[in-house]
């Protein structure tokens, strides 16, 4: 059975620092890109970043590019998203998915069950 | 980038009515595209992916066609248990963009 357990939100002020986690298992984890997407409070699903299986291809939304980094370790099967510089705009529950394909141009067939993040001071 | 622009952006329809909900790509996207289903309260679950194939144990009333810039989700008879949100995701290139999402609810 698939489970991705996503760890790591919390209240944060503007220009403070977060990394979330996510904790995958019941799947090959390196045959699998992985994606975060976030959802802010009434609002539509928005992609922020994926990374491939191997870890060698990273992708971002221009929103979080040179703020947010997305790796991963393939010896905890885990999969991490770090934030810097937040912003009000970055508050959000934040879901790592796991994607169908190795390289990160695929959908996602498995969701976590997502962790907030408050951006406020 | 490619902008995924969904219509309507709400609808609501009687039990056992046929839906449609378009997702409509600025540029050509292939097949490369998904739909996604999210109940209120729930993570959103993988219905259709290239444009038309239905995920394993997602009801056959849901399908899905397109291809290039204009596609199309269709329930063929609306449930209760159907009422959600629904989006569409592009997937052949960076950035993976979501449609704005269709609320469907029950009339």
């Known amino acids: 059975e698939v489970q991705l357990l996503v760890s790591g939100g919390g209240l944060v002020p503007p220009g403070g620092s977060l990394r979330l986690s996510c904790a995958a298992s019941g799947f090959t984890f390196t045959s699998h890109a992985m994606s975060w997407v976030r959802q802010a409070p009434g609002k539509g699903l928005e992609w922020v970043s994926s990374?491939?299986?191997?870890?060698?291809?990273?992708l971002y939304a221009d929103s979080v590019k040179g703020r947010f980094t997305i790796s991963r370790d393939s010896s905890k099967n885990t999969v991490y998203l770090q934030m810097k510089s937040l912003r009000a705009e970055d508050t959000a529950v934040y879901y790592c998915?796991?994607?169908?394909?190795?390289?990160?141009?695929?959908?996602?067939?498995?969701w976590g069950q997502g962790t907030l993040v408050t951006v406020s001071s | 980038d490619t902008q995924m622009t969904q219509s309507p952006s709400s609808l609501s329809a009687s039990v056992g009515d046929r839906v449609t909900i378009t997702c409509r790509a600025s540029q050509g996207i292939g097949n490369y595209l998904a739909w996604y289903q999210q109940k209120r309260g729930e993570v959103p679950k993988l219905l259709i992916y290239?444009?038309?194939t239905l995920q394993s144990g997602v009801p056959s009333r849901f399908s899905g066609s397109g291809s290039g810039t204009d596609f199309t989700l269709t329930i063929s008879s609306l449930q209760p248990e159907d009422v959600a949100t629904y989006y569409c995701?592009?997937?052949?290139?960076?950035?993976?963009?979501f449609g704005g999402g269709t609320n469907v609810e029950i009339k």
């Open positions: 998915a796991k994607m169908t394909g190795g390289m990160p141009y695929s959908e996602c067939d498995y």
């Open positions: 990374i491939s299986g191997s870890g060698g291809r990273t």
């Open positions: 290239a444009a038309s």
């Open positions: 995701q592009k997937y052949n290139s960076a950035p993976l963009t």
